[in-house]
């Protein structure tokens, strides 16, 4: 008898496609099942390289990005929680973070020269403004700590990363409607905790 395909899953509802997704990651952390990593490879793979291309990355660097991501994935598999959310942000969070590695590893920095570093505004900001900044972070912080994990991955997924509404569908394999419902949910929370921040 063949195994369900990946679409057949999401067709019997997304948290049983969910549980595979997690199925497939204990089976790498626990066996280190090659079976499971080439199925959790087909099905990301291409969404990482997408995504680093959406990043600005080059169809060479996203390639090896999406590489990395997964072998990244393959080491760390243990590490995964169901508690931090679902495995497709578990996963696309790695991939941000080895994206942002590579980024600083490719700046070029140069010394300027005095008269040159005299011309350019300062940049420091005020000791007041900056302790309101970070005071606000942290409230925006702990208002997203309170959000349920799936009003948080697709709230952190649209104004973090910047994906519009059928990105993030497209990317937690969810139905737009569901995507804009949860978005809503989770916006009409954060703006209610933060009224005075206005």
């Not at 959406?54 to 991501?69: I, P, V």
């Not at 942290?138 to 309170?146: F, H, I, S």
């Not at 799936?150 to 995507?179: H, K, N, W, Y």
Request: hydrophobic letters at 40%.
């Amino acid at each position: 008898m063949l195994e369900p395909s990946f679409v057949d899953l999401l067709d019997r509802g997304q948290s049983k496609a969910w549980g595979r997704m997690s199925d497939l990651l204990g089976k790498i952390a626990t066996e280190r099942s090659g079976d499971a990593f080439r199925r959790l490879f087909e099905q990301y793979g291409p969404r990482l390289v997408a995504y680093m291309m959406r990043q600005g990355a080059d169809a060479a660097t996203a390639e090896e990005l999406a590489q990395e991501t997964l072998l990244t994935v393959w080491s760390k598999a243990a590490l995964y929680s169901s508690d931090k959310g679902t495995p497709t942000t578990w996963i696309f969070t790695i991939a941000r973070n080895l994206r942002i590695d590579a980024l600083r590893k490719t700046v070029c920095w140069q010394e300027l020269s005095d008269e040159l570093a005299e011309t350019i505004p300062s940049d420091d900001v005020a000791p007041d403004h900056a302790a309101s900044a970070r005071e606000r972070q942290e409230r925006v912080q702990a208002v997203l700590g309170t959000l349920p994990a799936e009003q948080r991955d697709v709230i952190t997924l649209a104004f973090i990363d910047g994906m519009s509404q059928s990105e993030i569908a497209a990317q937690l394999t969810l139905p737009l409607g569901t995507v804009k419902s949860r978005l809503r949910l989770a916006y009409e929370k954060v703006r209610n905790a933060l009224e005075d921040l206005r």
